[in-house]
């Protein structure tokens, strides 16, 4: 363990001696993803019609995953977003 060095990358993802790793927790779920080969990014949510859904798109998805997103039915856009 002593040897172990942690880091981050350019866009803040964490390293391990090369080995690149993500997290994600939701609720009483969590995954991890590993790759030797570069940086690997993962995501889980817990279905809730309270999550600001629409706003995490804004965010966080590109401009082509908003417009396939794109409705005014929240029924409809939460069944895209998931």
């Known amino acids: 363990p002593e040897r172990v060095t ?10 391990c001696d090369g080995l690149f790793f993500n997290l994600s927790h939701s609720a009483e779920r969590m995954t991890v993803g590993f790759c030797a080969d570069g940086p690997v990014g993962l995501d889980i949510e817990f279905r809730s019609d309270r999550l600001h859904a629409r706003d995490i798109a804004g965010r966080y998805f590109s401009a ?16 895209r977003f998931y």
């Open 6 to 15: 942690f880091s981050y990358g350019a866009q803040g993802k964490p390293e």
């Open 64 to 79: 082509s995953e908003c417009r396939q997103l794109e409705t005014p039915d929240d029924t409809e856009f939460f069944r």
